[in-house]
C-alpha cells in the first residue's frame, strides 16, 4: 500500500460521515497508544498455564469445563495470553480437531505427506557464534532447499542454522491472499481451518516452525499482526513478552503510527482498521455492501409500486436516492484506489505450483517494520540498554514456557521473543494467525462484517 494518504471523500449523508470518520481516525488519532487490553501487572510476570485435562503438577490452575465462549471473554476480548496444557492427552471436545497434529511428531509422517519436490524457503543464520548480533532468526535471510532435504538436517540432530518458518503465500482466482502456502495444503487433512477453540474469530494464515536447537535459539524480539493460536508438537518453547502497551518502548524498525485499542500495530505506509483491514479496501467493501442493500431496498420498492401499496412511491424515491448515494460511494472508492495503487506487472512476483503459475502476495522480507532493534542478546543486559536503548528499561517483562502438547494463545501485537529447544529430533510447532477481533461479543468479534463476509465468500461457511 502507498503511504500517501488522500482525505475520503465528502460524506453523502449521516451513516456515510461516520464510516468516513471512523476510518480516518485511524490516521489523525491525538494520541498514538490508544491500546485498552490487559496489561502484565510486574516485570517478570508469568503467565498463567492452565490444565484441561486430568490436571498437571506444574500448571497454575485446572479448568476441563472451558467453553469457545468462555476463552473468547476471559481470554480473547481481554486481550490476555494464557497457556493451555494437556492439549494431547485430554478428553475434552474443545481441542479433539487438533489430536492428528501428533502424528507431526514424527518426521518421516511428514515427509510422506509432502511432494518430494516442494520447494520451501529456509531462514539461515550466520555461524559466527562469537558474533552474538549474527546468532539469531528473524532477519529475513532465507535460502530455498526442497522440504525432504531440510526434514533431512533437522533429523540429523546436528542443524541448527536453519529454521522453517512462514512460507510465501500465493493468490487465489480471485487475487486475495490464501490461507496457507503450498506446503501447508499438502498437511491440511490433519487440521481444521477453524479450531473449536476460536470460535467466531477469523483464521488469516497457518504456518509450520521447525528447527533443531539443543541449547536454545532465539527468534529475535518482534510481534505479530494477527491474534496467535501456538501449539508445540514437539520440543520447548521460552516465550519473553510485553503487551502492546510497551509499543512505544521497543525500537521497533518500522516508525509507529498507531496502536489500535485492541492492540493491532499499524506503521507509516501501513494503516490499517482495528480489525486489520486495508483502510481502502474496508471503505469499497462498505460501499459494496451499501450497494447491495440499495438494490434489495429498490426491488421492494417496486414490487410495492406494482402491488399499488400506499406510500410506495415515497419508498421508490428513497430507494433511488439510496441507490445513487452508494453508487457514488462505489466510484469514489474506485477511484481513490486507481490514484494509490498503480503498479506495472513488473513489481509483481510469481511462482510455479504444480502445474499453474502464481502470483506471491504474501512474501517474506528482509528487516521487517515489525521487529525490535533491540538485539536478544541485550535483553538482559541492564547497561548496554541504558547505552543503546534506554526507553527499553520503562517495559514489564512477562514470561511462560510452552511444552511440548501445549498451546499458547497470543493477541495481535504482543510483542514476543521465542526461544526454541529440541533434542536429538528437533523442534516443531504450527500455529494460526487471526484476523484481530475488534468486536463486543462471542457471536460478533469484529466491529464490522468485512471478515466473516470475505471468509464466507471463499469458504462458503
Not at 496467535?228 to 502497551?245: A, D, E, M, Q, W
Not at 462498505?286 to 415515497?314: S, Y
Not at 445513487?324 to 462505489?330: H, S, T, V
Request: glycine share 6%.
Amino acid at each position: 500500500m502507498s503511504s500517501k494518504k488522500r482525505p475520503l471523500p465528502e460524506p453523502k449523508d449521516k451513516d456515510t460521515h461516520e464510516v468516513c470518520k471512523k476510518i480516518n481516525s485511524t490516521t489523525s488519532s491525538p494520541s498514538i497508544n490508544q491500546y485498552d487490553g490487559w496489561k502484565v501487572p510486574n516485570n517478570n510476570y508469568t503467565i498463567p498455564t492452565i490444565s484441561i485435562g486430568d490436571g498437571a503438577a506444574d500448571a497454575t490452575s485446572q479448568n476441563n469445563t472451558i467453553t469457545p465462549e468462555s476463552f473468547y471473554n476471559e481470554y480473547i476480548r481481554q486481550r490476555k495470553p494464557v497457556v493451555l496444557r494437556d492439549m494431547t492427552t485430554s478428553s475434552s471436545p474443545l481441542l479433539s480437531d487438533l489430536s492428528n497434529l501428533t502424528k507431526w511428531k514424527d518426521i518421516n509422517y511428514l515427509k510422506s505427506q509432502v511432494n518430494p519436490k516442494q520447494t520451501v524457503m529456509v531462514e539461515q543464520r550466520s555461524s559466527c557464534s562469537n558474533n552474538p548480533t549474527k546468532s539469531t532468526f528473524g532477519n529475513g535471510y532465507e535460502i530455498p532447499m526442497t522440504f525432504p532435504q531440510f526434514a533431512s538436517l533437522i533429523a540429523s540432530g546436528n542443524d541448527d542454522r536453519h529454521y522453517l518458518t512462514t512460507q510465501d503465500v500465493h493468490s487465489n482466482s480471485d487475487g486475495r491472499p490464501d490461507l496457507m502456502s503450498p506446503l501447508m495444503k499438502y498437511l491440511q487433512h490433519d487440521f481444521p481451518l477453524q479450531p473449536r477453540i476460536m470460535g467466531n474469530l477469523i483464521p488469516q494464515n497457518i504456518n509450520l516452525w521447525m528447527g533443531n536447537s539443543r541449547e536454545g535459539l532465539s527468534s529475535g524480539l518482534h510481534h505479530d499482526y494477527h491474534d496467535n493460536l501456538y501449539i508445540v508438537v514437539k520440543g520447548t518453547k521460552r516465550f519473553r513478552l510485553y503487551s502492546p502497551h510497551d509499543t512505544e518502548w521497543m525500537y521497533t524498525r518500522g516508525k509507529l503510527v498507531k496502536v489500535h485499542p485492541n492492540g493491532r500495530i499499524n506503521y507509516q505506509g501501513e494503516e490499517t482498521t482495528a480489525y486489520g483491514a486495508d483502510l481502502k479496501s474496508d471503505m469499497a467493501a462498505r460501499a459494496a455492501k451499501r450497494k447491495e442493500d440499495a438494490e434489495k431496498l429498490l426491488e421492494e420498492a417496486e414490487r410495492a409500486v406494482e402491488e399499488g401499496v400506499e406510500g410506495a412511491d415515497q419508498l421508490l424515491e428513497k430507494a433511488e436516492v439510496e441507490l445513487e448515494k452508494a453508487m457514488d460511494d462505489i466510484i469514489d472508492a474506485e477511484v481513490d484506489d486507481d490514484d494509490d495503487n498503480v503498479r506495472d506487472d513488473d513489481d509483481k512476483v510469481y511462482e510455479t505450483f504444480g502445474d499453474e503459475r502464481k502470483r506471491v502476495v504474501d512474501k517474506t522480507v528482509k528487516d521487517p517494520n515489525n521487529f525490535s532493534k533491540v538485539k536478544p542478546h541485550m535483553l538482559d543486559d541492564t547497561d548496554m540498554l541504558k547505552e543503546s536503548f534506554p526507553d527499553f528499561l520503562n517495559a514489564t517483562a512477562a514470561y511462560c514456557t510452552v511444552q511440548e502438547g501445549d498451546i499458547l494463545y497470543l493477541p495481535a501485537s504482543w510483542f514476543h521473543e521465542v526461544t526454541s529447544y529440541g533434542g536429538q529430533n528437533g523442534h516443531l510447532a504450527m500455529n494460526y494467525w487471526f484476523h484481530p477481533p475488534d468486536g463486543d461479543s462471542f457471536e460478533h468479534p469484529y466491529s464490522t462484517d468485512f471478515w466473516p463476509n470475505d471468509y464466507k465468500d471463499r469458504f462458503g461457511k
